[in-house]
């Protein structure tokens, strides 16, 4: 059997080949094999290709220049032991064939369904475990510059909200395993990052509240009142207003409230 490939997506663009990462240089050649791994297996049109790699202003001869970018990244993904090139021609346009290479998105979807489950069944530790597997999957942000067409930013948005998914898990895991002074840390930073995402504010303030720091969780509930109004106009939601009244109250059940 042929030596399986790995396509790393979760941060700058790799292909890992044992040992060996190879990242491409040529932004649009880039862009191009980003779009087939996001539609592995599936036909993506010339059509499709130019507006992610050119937007809504292509060149007069970009079906020419798709077909030398196509030659490109079938050269660059060519691998002597591999006599079948995984981008194929298929009426109405490519595809990637993936075979038994592997994508690193794919798998980080595969740990956040079993870490759901585990958390679901009240398997603590192995979720915490199963979401850190995931998280550390990521390698850092996309290039940015390759965000112009719908097939790209959707993705992008997508993964960047199941991130986020995937840290308030976590930190949920981990506050029903007792690890609140560990998280605090952790959720201050994700709060100053995600400062709309009023679920970090509300595992912060119970992870506070659980350290014996009473004060710095209502100052937190200050800050995200404020930013919240500040931006939007609007008032904490329920469960984080909740949260703050039973701190107040300095409710023994807080010490049993599992985040969801």
Request: with cysteine; net charge neutral; charged share 25%.
């Amino acid at each position: 059997m042929e030596p399986a490939v790995r396509y790393d997506i979760l941060g700058p663009l790799r292909v890992v080949d044992g040992p060996d990462h190879s990242f491409i240089t040529a932004r649009k050649v880039e862009v191009l094999l980003t779009v087939l791994l996001v539609r592995a297996d599936q036909v993506v049109t010339p059509g499709q290709l130019m507006v992610e790699i050119w937007g809504d202003d292509p060149p007069r001869r970009a079906s020419a220049g798709l077909h030398v970018y196509i030659s490109q990244l079938r050269k660059f993904l060519h691998r002597p032991g591999r006599p079948a090139n995984p981008i194929v021609t298929q009426q109405p346009g490519y595809l990637l064939r993936k075979g038994a290479d592997e994508l690193d998105f794919e798998t980080f979807l595969t740990l956040m369904d079993r870490g759901r489950i585990l958390l679901r069944d009240g398997h603590h530790e192995e979720a915490a475990d199963s979401f850190q597997r995931a998280a550390d999957l990521w390698r850092g942000p996309m290039r940015s510059d390759m965000r112009i067409g719908p097939i790209v930013e959707g993705f992008v948005t997508w993964l960047a909200e199941a991130r986020l998914e995937c840290h308030e898990l976590l930190a949920e895991a981990l506050l029903q395993l007792g690890q609140h002074r560990e998280l605090t840390g952790r959720l201050y930073a994700l709060s100053a990052e995600n400062p709309l995402r009023e679920t970090f504010y509300r595992q912060l303030m119970l992870a506070l509240y659980r350290s014996e720091r009473q004060a710095d969780a209502l100052r937190v509930y200050q800050t995200a009142r404020k930013k919240l109004h500040d931006e939007l106009g609007l008032e904490p939601c329920r469960a984080l207003r909740e949260l703050h009244h039973a701190i107040l109250r300095d409710d023994g059940c807080l010490t049993l409230l599992a985040v969801s």
